[in-house]
């Protein structure tokens, strides 16, 4: 049976908000299936999903202070902080694409569950529990769901290595994973690189992804990524937003 | 079997049906997209609200993003998302006009649109420019069986 096509973009160091954007305008704009991996992006950046309130989540002092750009995405789930240390994978597809596959979400993170299986292969102790991506007890990689009518697109952020430092511009969430116990950030997550080399686990993945797609790769400079588009949703929170939202911080933060 | 039995007679009170599987309700003076978005139209104003099919499959919802009374909207294109614990999903008009009024008590309480999805969960309300956009839509027994047919389909 033929496999399912699938465009592949490998970017470099995309600036994450350009990525957001990208990944919006092919959702909305596209019929074509795509598998999205950027390897990092250039400056630290905190991203919180579509209902995310920088005043619950951030310590927006700090983040004011070291001028941390902060972006709502269009896609729902939790605040991670992104840098050149982060890798991004995204799959785009339309609803019947996948035979067999009901465009769930539960099924969706369980189908790609599978797909990241097969990219560890038993290293780590991979699993997938309430939407993260483990290693051990300790998350790796977020997900972040958004459905249409007609295609879902899922979006991975892996924690190739983080610094601290950064970790410290997010407070503990008020929702938080059953599994994280109450966890401070850095006892909850862990680093990829401890586990699989970078470009193994990019391999691996187009790897594992051509098993179910027939994949064809793109590049940088194709023109599409050129194509403008109206009411993305994706967007960087303003100085007068976040500066706002200090005003409102309670008093006594609750450091992750 | 009593909680069953409950249901049935509220549903009759209600002008409901029931679909036994998974007590999924579809009122029956509403049309219906296949989106799983309803309408009422009353003259020329449609409330507009996602079914109890929907909310069950979203699962618990947490956020909902609607537009701003005066918005201009399209049939069949998104007017806004709902994010849940498991995904955000964009949310379609099912007719054309302008919002005139919005469910602000859905900014405080999400969960509405799960506990009452056909009434206190209703998301906008538009005044309607052609009355008959309606007529392409579903009625309830036929959206019924498109769920069914669309639960079964996998």
């Known amino acids: ?14 600036p994450i908000l350009r990525q957001l954007h990208l990944e919006e305008m092919l959702m909305r704009t596209s019929s074509e299936n795509w598998c999205i991996i950027n390897d990092g992006t250039i400056n630290p950046t905190i991203v919180m999903g579509i209902s995310g309130k920088p005043q619950e989540l951030l310590e927006t002092e700090s983040v004011l202070r070291d001028e941390i750009p902060v972006i709502r995405r269009m896609s729902g789930g939790g605040t ?18 996948i035979p067999g596959l009901k465009p769930d979400p539960q099924r969706i993170i369980q189908w790609t ?38 295609r879902w697109l899922q979006h991975t952020s892996f924690l190739w290595d983080y610094k ?17 116990q109450g966890r401070s950030h850095l006892d909850f997550i862990c680093r990829m690189k401890d586990y699989i080399s970078r470009s193994g686990f990019i391999d691996e993945t187009i790897r594992a992804a051509g098993s179910h797609f027939q994949l064809t790769p793109l590049h940088q400079k194709d023109g599409f990524l050129n194509q403008q588009y109206e009411h993305l949703r994706s ?10 939202a200090a005003v409102y911080t309670p008093a006594v933060a609750t450091r992750v | 079997m009593a909680s069953r039995l409950w249901a049935t007679r509220t549903a009759s009170y209600l002008r409901v049906s029931l679909i036994s599987r998974n007590f999924a309700t579809v009122v029956k003076d509403l049309k219906y997209a296949d989106s799983h978005e309803w309408v009422k139209i009353v003259g020329n104003s449609a409330t507009i609200g996602i079914t109890d099919h929907a909310q069950d499959h979203l699962g618990d919802v947490v956020y909902v993003e609607l537009p701003e009374a005066g ?18 999903s964009d949310i379609y008009t099912p007719v054309s006009g302008k919002v005139t009024d919005v469910n602000t008590k859905l900014s405080d309480s999400p969960s509405l649109v799960n506990s009452s999805p056909f009434e206190d969960g209703w998301m ?24 069914d047919d669309e639960d079964n389909k996998h």
């Open chain 1, 1 to 14: 049976m033929r496999l399912p096509l699938m465009n592949l973009f490998k970017l470099n160091r995309m």
């Open chain 1, 80 to 97: 991670v902080i992104v840098d050149q240390d982060t890798i991004f994978v995204t799959f785009i597809c339309n609803k019947d694409t």
């Open chain 1, 113 to 150: 569950g599978h797909l990241y299986e097969t990219v560890f292969n038993g290293i780590g102790n991979f699993s997938v529990c309430e939407n993260d991506y483990l290693l051990g007890e300790r998350k790796f990689g977020g997900n972040a769901l958004s459905i249409t009518s007609k």
């Open chain 2, 71 to 88: 918005t201009e909207v399209k049939k069949g294109e998104n007017f806004g998302a709902v994010e849940s614990v498991k995904a955000t």
């Open chain 1, 235 to 244: 967007r960087l929170l303003t100085i007068d937003e976040l500066e706002e």
């Open chain 1, 164 to 180: 601290k430092s950064n970790m410290s511009y997010l407070k503990l969430p008020q929702k938080a994973p059953n599994y994280r």
């Open chain 2, 124 to 147: 906008i309300k538009v005044e309607v420019k052609d009355a008959k956009e309606v007529d392409s839509l579903m009625d309830a027994d036929r959206y019924s069986k498109f769920c």
